[in-house]
């Protein structure tokens, strides 16, 4: 038997303790946001038929906009704002599930490392027992203090148990648990379910399911992430060239250069950017920019560039693989670009989704010889390495 079930995950706090100056929840890891990670285990799981992410208010839209980035599944996804106090945050994830959900599982939005084992293991138990929390047994010795910081005892440890998440519930219970205590401030769901009678069964989680809350877990959880992963590299080669034309704006690296002359082509003629588009494509073995943006269609007519080395971006994420690093080099007598490669580097990063110091851009000239030396037009080389990613998360 099985039960329609949902994952609440609550990422409405701030995180203060990481000394960011934006959410945890949206700090890299391994190059994805760690909230991306932690949708994912999710999405991938057959037992769960909705999730949803709790965010803080004024950060809905930016959420939005950052799965659409990523591609995640938003037609099992939805978000909605969280409150003040995590178990508000849960609340407000309650509130938005529909009648035929009928196992919760509330798992941490800034726990990037839960394993499939861990989810099934969860709903599992919630399946057959009506509630129960991923938890690993206490391994340290305890000590309790006063307020001077001397040591007053020393716990027995034999029955303890570090809390984890998921925390998985049927519905109805974590409803009721609500109802009785929802005003009274608690730590997990598991606190709120003892506080109204309801047994709740611990369920093995794992070292590596870390909470990531200060420097050192981002640290400790990129370790784990990158221990056992051997990432599969591609190498790719693009080039381009178009001539000057008269009447036309010079965009290089979505960039417009003042000059007297623009580039002639179908779309803006970014040849700079058309080049990194063919590199990437080369790498990923997906043809060339004219297979996948014509000039034949009048939907590319005068596009932007960058548009569709956005979209070269996502063909790349598709098929599990990312920017390592590019080097690209301008060849042309005119105009003089040095001033200008800074911008075009911090623009192709955040299109590309890399730091700008992976990308190199040079520019050359060729003594005068040859169409470039003529200053008949401007011609591109890149040289992409893409890397496959961790995008699951440790099994």
């Not at 400790?220 to 190498?235: G, T």
């Not at 014509?294 to 080395?309: K, N, Q, V």
Request: aromatic letters at 4%; one cysteine or more; hydrophobic letters at 40%.
């Amino acid at each position: 038997m099985t039960l329609s079930a949902a994952a609440i995950i609550p990422a409405a706090g701030f995180g203060t303790r990481m000394h960011l100056d934006h959410p945890k929840q949206y700090h890299l890891l391994v190059g994805l946001p760690i909230i991306v990670h932690t949708v994912r285990a999710f999405i991938n799981n057959s037992y769960i038929n909705r999730i949803i992410v709790v965010v803080p208010a004024d950060w809905l839209e930016q959420t939005k906009t950052l799965f659409d980035r990523y591609q995640i599944n938003v037609a099992k996804l939805a978000i909605v704002a969280g409150g003040r106090r995590r178990q508000d945050s849960v609340q407000a994830g309650l509130k938005a599930l529909d009648d035929e959900t009928a196992i919760v599982l509330v798992h941490d939005g800034a726990r990037p490392l839960v394993s499939r084992e861990i989810i099934d293991r969860c709903y599992l138990a919630a399946l057959h027992h009506g509630a129960g929390i991923a938890a690993v047994p206490v391994k340290d010795t305890l000590k309790r203090g006063d307020d001077t910081g001397k040591v007053t005892a020393t716990i027995d440890r034999t029955s303890l148990w570090q809390a984890q998440t998921p925390q998985a519930v049927r519905k109805e219970l974590l409803e009721k648990a609500y109802l009785q205590n929802g005003d009274a401030d608690v730590t997990d769901e598991s606190s709120l379910l003892e506080k109204a009678g309801i047994p709740v069964s611990l369920v093995e989680g794992a070292e590596t399911n870390i909470k990531i809350t200060r420097p050192e877990d981002l640290l400790l959880a990129e370790k784990i992430l990158r221990q056992d992963f051997m990432p599969q590299l591609r190498i790719g080669h693009g080039y381009d060239a178009h001539r000057f034309a008269e009447n036309r704006k010079l965009v290089l690296g979505g960039i417009t250069v003042p000059h007297s002359h623009g580039l002639a082509g179908h779309s803006d003629a970014d040849v700079l950017t058309h080049a990194l588009c063919d590199a990437i494509l080369g790498a990923l073995g997906l043809g060339d920019i004219g297979k996948h943006f014509p000039d034949s269609d009048e939907r590319f007519a005068g596009i932007y560039s960058i548009t569709l080395l956005e979209q070269v971006i996502i063909l790349a994420g598709e098929q599990g693989y990312s920017i390592s690093n590019a080097d690209i080099t301008l060849v042309c007598q005119a105009p003089r670009l040095a001033a200008y490669l800074d911008e075009m580097r911090e623009l192709l990063g955040r299109t590309c989704n890399i730091d700008p110091s992976a990308l190199n851009i040079k520019a050359t000239t060729t003594e005068k010889m040859g169409f470039t030396g003529r200053q008949e037009g401007i011609s591109c080389h890149a040289v992409v390495l893409l890397q496959s990613s961790p995008n699951e998360v440790i099994k």
